[in-house]
């Protein structure tokens, strides 16, 4: 049987890993450390090989393997590096696992930690720092650093034993392991009252936007160390697709949502949120006689006009505990992701039917895109819920198409 290796220092090679032992493919993930073999679950066909290695130590090691993956974190470039020098010594190909950039504005980006550092030597404020305890010497050389600079790290001995060794505090050392909300990246910034974030842009799976979106809120500066290079490999998606296809792995398909029409004349539906998506949520469900009350600290003109008609009940403040009781179904359309996740748990313990507008895999049913000819009503989403924007453009296409055909008739 054909072995694979993940050289597995992130979230997606762990998921990799985990992903081809549950297709009978065996498969070692390589950590360096022993939090990464902690996070690794015990399964069969998945071995797991702990500890640093040097580039003799790689080469001799992938030689009795026919698949190298190279899943390490972005901005480890000595390992990346070692990995593909041992596999060019052996004559094998090295496939990269890449995370794919977010899009940011509004930053100031540095090529390197001492870049940063330089430029913050010459500010006033508080720094938080996100950038991992292995380049932590650079932060010591900015002025009264002690006092201004604070570190989030890994609850492991190793990393803070580097916060030790790079000069830093007790108290101005902050041991979590993420990934980080934005709520908690809000809260930690506002306890250290920080105006400056230094963060890596480490990709969706890596809680790169709930901190610039925290920062943001608060006002916070962010200060990004980019990325080494731009890098050519395959998503976590893509590496499945091949994997699938070397070892003819068959995925079972199976639809999870099943198209079905209810009645919601006279039935409570609870909206939380008063922005863009709540007001189109309100004005379908409104379409179809739901009673609704919508619970909102601010709300949308649209929302305001309706309460105003009576055509709804509006509650003018933030989501608490008990307003789902008596729902028949819930919908969480808030802009603050650990809210919505707060309703749909509220929902979930109470029985009740709850949509997520940000989060598709917490939907118990999915918002259609709408299409009506006379008699005839029909509804469209996306095969896994996620692309609304196909959804709308069907539907659309069959409104045009109904249209025409009445006039023709």
Request: overall charge neutral.
């Given at each position: ?8 220092g ?33 399964m ?31 901005y ?8 593909k ?35 913050l030597n ?55 392991q ?9 809260a ?64 079972e398909e ?123 009503t ?27 055909r009445?006039?023709?008739?």
């Amino acid at each position: 049987m054909k072995k694979v290796i993940v050289f597995a220092g992130t979230n997606e090679g762990r998921k990799l890993s985990t992903f081809l032992a549950e297709n009978g493919v065996e498969v070692t993930a390589a950590v360096a450390t022993g939090y990464g073999s902690l996070v690794m679950p015990d399964m069969p066909f998945l071995s797991v090989k702990e500890g640093r290695l040097s580039l003799e130590e790689i080469t001799e090691l992938i030689k009795s393997y026919d698949y190298i993956v190279d899943a390490t974190h972005p901005y480890a470039k000595i390992i990346s590096e070692n990995v593909k020098e041992a596999a060019k010594r052996c004559g094998k190909a090295v496939m990269r696992l890449v995370r794919p950039s977010l899009e940011y504005e509004n930053v100031l980006e540095f090529s390197s930690i001492e870049a940063a550092c330089a430029y913050l030597n010459g500010t006033e404020g508080n720094i938080f720092v996100t950038t991992g305890s292995k380049e932590l010497l650079p932060y010591s050389k900015i002025e009264n650093y002690r006092e201004r600079v604070f570190v989030r790290v890994l609850p492991t001995a190793e990393a803070i034993k580097a916060c030790s060794d790079a000069g830093f505090s007790a108290t101005n050392i902050i041991c979590m392991q993420g990934p980080f909300s934005e709520n908690m990246n809000l809260a930690t910034m506002e306890q250290i009252n920080a105006k400056f974030l230094v963060t890596k842009e480490t990709g969706k799976s890596g809680g790169f936007q709930e901190k610039i979106d925290a920062a943001r809120k608060l006002g916070t500066k962010v200060i990004l160390i980019g990325r080494p290079c731009k890098e050519e490999g395959m998503t976590l998606e893509e590496m499945f697709i091949y994997f699938q296809k070397e070892f003819g792995i068959t995925q079972e398909e199976s639809l999870s949502h099943f198209p079905m029409f209810i009645s919601l004349k006279n039935k409570k539906v609870v909206v939380i949120g008063g922005g863009r998506i709540a007001t189109r949520r309100v004005q379908v469900l409104i379409r179809y006689g739901a009673e609704l009350v919508v619970i909102a600290a601010c709300q949308s003109e649209s929302i305001k006009l309706l309460a105003g008609e009576n055509k709804l009940t509006l509650i003018e403040r933030n989501y608490l505990p008990g307003d789902l009781n008596g729902a028949f179904m819930a919908i969480a359309a808030t802009d603050d992701r650990d809210v919505n996740e707060k309703v749909c748990n509220d929902a979930r313990k109470e029985g009740i039917p709850v949509n997520v507008c940000d989060r598709k895999e917490l939907c118990d049913f999915y918002f259609p895109a709408i299409f009506e000819n006379g008699e005839v009503t029909g509804g469209l989403i996306s095969k896994d819920g996620s692309n609304h924007k196909a959804a709308k453009e069907t539907a659309a296409r069959i409104r045009e198409f109904l249209k025409n055909r009445r006039e023709q008739t």
